[in-house]
């Protein structure tokens, strides 16, 4: 559910959910970050909500494999705003390698519910250079192939390096789509997986100053 503070005049909203707040806790996590589309009539259509705090392993300063950070993509569950149904659910943490890179994975939700997800797509994108994720459904044994009646690409996204303002591009397989709310699902986990590029970056370093105002909240 949304917070009481939440008003439908915010295109994007991101915060701190925090309750009880711990001083010596701050700058060591992110939490509670959401973004929220909205139709032409200002209705929210879908969501991207941090379920999982991304928080850097025991002895390290970044998100590991071990213990991924996580977002639910949404879709509104009735009429009212605060109620929200997941479709989706992202998770991502930074790989060591040759190549510095975001890994990520993402699950559809059955009707099995949260613990049960049917994954269809995982990668890995360049912290330097950035890169794009996507979803392809074109292989007739693939897990999609069964959730999806059609077939081809489903979608892609471009997701910028590390550090850098994002503008993230987003295509849709109109096969895929049958009315916005279709679409705005795919803009909700083009914008998780894009935000998981700041949301993993290294705790020794400072997040983008679009995101400072988080833990600026955390410490008043």
């Known amino acids: 559910s949304l917070p009481s503070d939440f008003n439908t005049s915010n295109r994007v ?5 925090s309750g009880e707040r711990d ?8 939490k509670g970050w959401m973004f929220i589309v909205y139709d032409l ?14 928080v850097p392993s025991p002895g390290s300063d970044r998100v590991s494999r071990s213990n991924p950070g996580a977002w639910l993509i949404l879709c509104p569950n009735g009429v009212s705003i605060s109620s929200w149904k997941p479709w989706g659910r992202l998770e991502a943490w930074r790989e060591r390698g040759p190549t510095d890179g975001l890994r990520y994975k993402f699950e559809l939700i059955t009707d099995a519910g949260l ?6 797509a995982e990668g890995t994108v360049s912290v330097k250079k950035g890169g794009e994720f ?7 044994d693939s ?6 009646k059609n077939r081809g690409f489903v979608m892609g996204s471009s997701v910028e390096g ?9 295509q ?12 705005a699902l795919f803009v909700a986990l083009a914008a998780a997986v894009d935000l998981s590029m700041d949301a993993c970056r290294l705790f020794s370093r400072k997040l983008r100053k679009e995101f400072c105002h988080d833990e600026q909240e955390s410490i008043n």
């Open 115 to 120: 613990t049960s997800g049917a994954p269809i």
């Open 143 to 148: 897990a999609l192939s069964f959730l999806l």
């Open 13 to 17: 909203w991101a915060r701190t959910f």
């Open 162 to 170: 590390e550090g850098k303002v994002s503008k993230p591009v987003v």
């Open 172 to 183: 849709v397989g109109v096969q895929h789509v049958t009315c916005m709310a279709d679409a």
């Open 134 to 140: 996507s979803i392809d459904n074109s292989r007739s």
């Open 41 to 54: 009539s200002g209705s929210a259509v879908a969501a991207a909500s941090m379920v999982t705090p991304f």
């Open 23 to 30: 001083n010596n806790r701050v700058g060591r996590e992110r």
